[in-house]
Structure formats: structure tokens, C-alpha cells
């Protein structure tokens, strides 16, 4: 007996194995959370089940109904334009089920809660308050888009009390020069704190771009991150029974 609509969780997926098995390991706190609900892991590229793989067998299963919600920390093209493409094409061969697309994670308090969360795992207690962090994030080729995630460095900042700058894997500006600033602006120690939700190609070229600092660990599988996944996927409830009122 399934608890209400099946959510179908989307991660971006990689080649790298450790980014599935991490997505898999916070998909298992989400089933775990809500037990009796049909919880459902689908990746957008390079693994595997697909999003149409997974929706095909909800379809199959019995359900009318699916909440998706994206596994992504930024409103991009793949939250956009990619899924929504991908849901409309899962419509129209399944009529009978109703697709709901759930906002993405974004830089929720909570979220910004679980980073600070792995910066306090990785200093390892260290109360220097000459600690600089350098936020990592993915980077974008949308200047607006990169602002906004260095509001998420300007917030754990405000959260810790230690000097942030952001900094990014594919853009600039880059972790050397992030780790520049910091040094320039008093920072003793310096420490990566990487804005990913799993492990995988572009964390370890971070790693490669600076070997000689403390990197803590994705967010990966956190309360935190299990709480917002179901307020988005209730978020989404209620506006699917307001829509059809």
C-alpha cells in the first residue's frame, strides 16, 4: 500500500561510481523517513536508471500520480529546460500519470546548516578564529548564477564566524585564488568546504588544485537534506491540489 504519490528523486549523475552510490545512500534516508512511500532514485545523464526508466516503472506499477524532485542545488538549465522536456515526453506516453515537478534544493538554511556541519567535522573541534573557508561550487557560465552561490559563502560566514570566499571548479574565481584572498584578508589555515552534494570528478580536481589544505566532505546523506526533499515534495502536493481545485 503505497503512502501517497511516489517521489522520484533526480540526480545529475556521473561517470565518476562514487556519486551514484552516494545519491543512493540519501535516497535510502528519504525512503527511510517516510516509510510505505514508493521512494525512487533517477539519474538525468551518465547513469543509470534514466528518468524515463524510472518513470516508465511507476507507470507500470499502478501509480497515478509522481512528485520529482530535483537533487540539484541551483535552478539551471537541467532544472529549466532538461527535466521539464523529460517529463512532458514521460506524459504523453504514460497520460494516465500526472507528473509534478518539485522546486530544486537551492541554497536552503538548512542546506548552508549541513555545509557548516562538515566544516565543523573537518576542523575537528580547532577553535581558531583565524580560519578561512573557501565555499566550492560547481561554477556556471551565468554571472547571476554565480552571484547567487556566493551568497551561500557570505552566509556561512555569518553561520561560523570564520572569513568565506567563494570559489569555483569551472570558472573563476578559482580555488588558488580564492585560497589568495583568504591568506591576504589574515586566514591562518585555510579549508575547502565544497558545495556538492556527492563526491565525484570535480571535487577531486579540487583536491588536485589544492593538496595542501584541509577539504571537508560533500553534504552527501544529512537530516538536513532529508527534511527539505520531503518539504519540497509537500510543497509541490499542495500546489498540485490547489492547481486542480
Not at 555545509?115 to 578564529?129: C, K, M, Q
Amino acid at each position: 500500500m503505497h503512502g501517497g504519490p511516489a517521489l522520484i528523486a533526480v540526480a545529475h549523475g556521473s561517470r565518476d561510481p562514487r556519486s551514484a552510490a552516494t545519491m543512493a545512500a540519501v535516497v535510502a534516508e528519504l525512503a527511510a523517513a517516510r516509510p510505505g512511500f514508493d521512494v525512487r532514485l533517477a539519474f538525468l545523464d551518465l547513469n543509470a536508471p534514466s528518468v524515463e526508466q524510472v518513470v516508465d516503472a511507476v507507470a507500470a506499477q499502478g501509480h497515478t500520480h509522481a512528485v520529482v524532485t530535483p537533487l540539484l542545488l541551483g535552478n539551471a538549465f537541467h532544472a529549466r529546460v532538461d527535466l521539464p522536456g523529460l517529463l512532458a515526453e514521460a506524459h504523453a506516453r504514460h497520460p494516465q500519470l500526472r507528473l509534478t515537478q518539485a522546486d530544486v534544493l537551492g541554497p536552503d538554511a538548512r542546506l548552508i546548516g549541513a555545509l557548516r556541519d562538515r566544516v565543523s567535522e573537518a576542523v575537528s573541534g580547532a577553535s581558531s578564529n583565524r580560519l578561512g573557508i573557501a565555499v566550492a561550487a560547481v561554477g556556471s557560465s551565468s554571472a547571476a548564477a554565480n552571484a547567487r552561490t556566493a551568497e551561500v559563502a557570505r552566509r556561512l560566514g555569518r553561520l561560523t564566524g570564520h572569513l568565506t570566499e567563494i570559489c569555483y571548479a569551472t570558472t573563476e574565481p578559482t580555488l588558488p585564488q580564492a585560497i589568495s584572498r583568504l591568506r591576504t584578508r589574515g586566514a591562518d589555515d585555510v579549508l575547502v568546504a565544497p558545495w556538492f552534494l556527492a563526491p565525484g570528478l570535480l571535487t577531486d580536481r579540487l583536491v588536485t588544485a589544492a593538496p595542501n589544505v584541509v577539504h571537508a566532505k560533500v553534504i552527501g546523506p544529512h537530516a538536513a537534506l532529508t527534511d527539505i526533499v520531503w518539504n519540497r515534495y509537500d510543497a509541490a502536493m499542495a500546489n498540485a491540489l490547489t492547481l486542480s481545485a
